[in-house]
């Protein structure tokens, strides 16, 4: 039987990883593979810290969402992957890959998997985490510092200069395209119990 595909978008900091591993916590690991547009960062190993730090994150230029298209074609066609793992204190891909089964439930999830439509095309269900602008900020600033060895000030610059601005030119419209829209993020119980509901039904008829 065809994997249930669930792609589960939104702004950064909007509550994307509290909605994916509700899902996740819902089926086990067994039955739900997961994967992070975040991990299909571009290798930009051979530029300097200085170069690096000018990368524009949060266009869809620097993550190669060709990759996990095929990847995800992979998956959902019964065969094993292995995922790029990137070091975002370093800027870089690491040397290592996470292996990936298929499983009934595929996750996909990241700020712009809306945006391509080859990704949207592999997708069963889009969903887009909306949540107000100064909850995301906040937020980052606290995974960025704490998660990821950033000081306050890159933090803030770099929301001014590409986040918010990409937010606005790509995260935002790219939310006509989604299945469901969540407001409030992780704490709408109503709207994830709903996606809950749907995944549970997909392992259910897996194992007939």
């Known amino acids: 039987m065809k994997p249930l595909t669930i792609g589960v978008a939104g ?19 067994r039955n739900a593979a997961l994967l992070p547009h975040d991990a299909y960062y571009r290798d930009y190993s051979h530029l300097s810290i200085e ?3 000018t990368v524009n994150w949060d266009h869809p230029n620097s993550l190669e969402t060709e990759l996990l298209v095929e990847h995800l074609t992979s998956l959902v066609s019964g065969q094993e992957i292995e995922r790029p793992v990137y070091d975002f204190r370093n800027y870089s891909r690491l040397s290592v890959y996470e292996h990936v089964e298929p499983r ?10 809306l945006v391509e439509q080859a990704l949207r095309d592999l ?15 906040i937020r980052r600033l606290q995974r960025d510092v704490q998660e990821r060895g950033r000081s306050i000030g ?24 989604a299945d469901l829209i969540i407001p409030e993020g992780g704490h709408n119980n109503v709207a994830i119990d709903m996606l809950v509901a749907r995944v549970r039904t997909a392992v259910e008829m897996s194992a007939l």
């Open 154 to 177: 890159a933090v803030v610059e770099q929301y001014l200069r590409t986040v918010r601005p990409m937010h606005l030119d790509f995260v935002e419209p790219s939310k006509r395209h």
């Open 123 to 137: 997708l069963d269900v889009k969903v887009f985490v909306d949540t107000d602008a100064d909850i995301r900020f």
């Open 11 to 29: 702004g950064s900091g909007s509550g994307k990883t509290t909605v994916v591993q509700a899902l996740m916590g819902a089926v086990g690991p």
């Open 104 to 113: 009934p439930v595929i996750i996909v999830d990241g700020i712009l998997i």
């Open 51 to 53: 170069d690096k730090v």
